[in-house]
């Protein structure tokens, strides 16, 4: 089934901000749609997302370029091909783009054509996403990682911590998971409200309230879990994101909420002591993108104790994560569609991550829409995990929906092995 027509046109993300949408046509009238998220903490190895900077449209946000690009450059090479060609369409635009960086046409115009494609070629064979992607071979239904409290970049500092998560560890089902979740995430409400704080919802859904400390959302987080009459360690475990390339100017490392700076080696030393103190079981950049002998101590001495994402680190880049890998600096890769800018490189990244026995973390962005592509790409991947913000926001909530049905749809052939999926990495 061959391409007739790819078009393009600007939509706006969760935050208001314009993205784009592409819409792609078979020959038979099967339309294909790619929906692109944005990111707002990004980081320096990312394939570049195009906005106009025109201040005099949307603030300089508007990607009437990327538009451009999809609709004259990119369809003239694609018209015409086959639509099952997923590999070969997104090689086309890697080459068309000439750029290691996808800068020149823009990752966010060559991502949507991707998305679009692939919904298109599932529609065209008339099977569920998750099943096309996967060639039929994905059936394990993702742990959430869940935002309760947000921070940094996606909520306006409010402390220096950017994401506070839940992994419901004890879940024995998916159900199970979410119900978890809900709890948690309204007795922190709860507990913030007693608290007297300030209530608001940060860029990913999770609570924004004011903070004295940068350890006080763990006061708050503990207190909820056990609010929700869970144990913490047992039922719920802790999920960081600290982003620590947003607090590192090459040389220290700075927490401003709790006006201190630290030596790289300082800092070390502050994110082994809350993984020992607190029931953390995962953490996300623990430290900046750049300070590369961390990132190595820390595997060594903390790898078997808890799950190490790099995410700015990595940025779903093959040769960065081949570095990672060659070098031991982590155990799991978070994988972002657009910080690569093709479906095929993301599925390229999970396989990488999979075969050095890391664990892959689908994720979603700051910046997202109503599209649930990504929880039918943890599905088909196996990828066994799944961040797509917090359990609050319709761009949220449409994924964790989205992956019920998938489980639906799957029937007894779905698989839920919840914290199992860590057996690997983990003593």
């Known amino acids: 089934m061959n391409i007739k027509q790819i078009d393009a046109y600007q939509i706006y993300d969760s935050r208001g901000y314009p993205t784009l949408e592409v819409e792609v046509t078979l020959e038979n009238g099967i339309k294909g749609y790619g929906l692109v998220p944005s990111g707002a903490s990004t980081g320096q190895f990312e394939a570049l997302e195009l906005r106009d900077h025109d201040k005099n449209k949307f603030r300089g946000k508007s990607v009437f370029k990327a538009i451009s690009h999809v609709k004259a450059e990119i369809a003239s090479v694609l018209v015409g091909d086959s639509v099952f060609d997923q590999r070969g369409i997104d090689q086309k635009m890697i080459t068309l783009d000439g750029t290691e960086n996808k800068s020149r046409l823009g990752a966010n115009a060559i991502l949507g054509v991707s998305m679009a494609v692939a919904n298109a070629g599932a529609n065209a064979k008339g099977v569920p996403l998750y099943e096309y992607l996967g060639d039929g071979k994905g059936n394990l239904i993702p742990l959430n990682e869940i ?12 402390n220096d911590i950017q994401d506070f998560l839940v992994i419901a560890i004890g879940a024995k089902s998916y159900e199970e998971s979410l119900e978890i979740t809900h709890n948690v995430y309204h007795a922190a409400g709860e507990v913030m409200k007693a608290r007297g704080k300030r209530l608001g919802i940060a860029d990913e859904g ?44 090459g040389t220290h490392y700075s927490l401003p909420l709790d006006k201190k700076i630290y030596t790289p080696d300082e800092f070390y030393d502050l ?24 990132w190595k101590r820390f595997k060594t001495e903390m790898g078997t104790k808890v799950q190490i994402i790099g995410d700015d680190l990595f940025t779903t880049n093959i040769t960065r994560i081949e570095y990672g890998i060659e070098h031991d600096l982590a155990n799991s890769v978070l994988i972002k569609l657009n910080q690569i800018g093709t479906v095929t490189e993301t599925i390229e990244a999970v396989r990488l991550t999979q075969r050095a026995g890391w664990l892959p973390v689908i994720s979603a962005r700051s910046g997202e829409t109503e599209d649930a592509f990504i929880a039918h790409l943890a599905v088909a991947t196996n990828s066994g995990q799944l961040k797509v913000g917090s359990f609050a926001r319709s761009e949220r909530m449409v994924k964790w929906n989205e992956v019920i049905r998938i489980q639906r749809h799957l029937g007894e052939s779905a698989n839920f092995i919840g914290s199992d999926i860590y057996h690997t990495i983990l003593e």
Not at 271 to 283: G, L
Request: proline share 6%; glycine share 8%.
């Open 271 to 294: 994110m082994k002591s809350w993984c020992e103190k607190y029931p953390i079981i995962s953490i996300e950049d623990p430290f900046a993108d750049t300070d590369i002998a961390n």
């Open 147 to 158: 935002q309760i409290l947000g921070g940094g970049a996606h909520a306006d500092w409010a």
């Open 206 to 249: 999770g609570w924004w309230p004011d903070y004295r400390t940068n350890e006080e959302p763990f006061e708050v987080f503990l207190e909820a879990i056990q609010m929700a009459g869970y144990v913490p360690g047992e039922d719920v475990a802790i999920s960081l994101d600290i982003a620590a390339s947003d607090l590192y100017d």
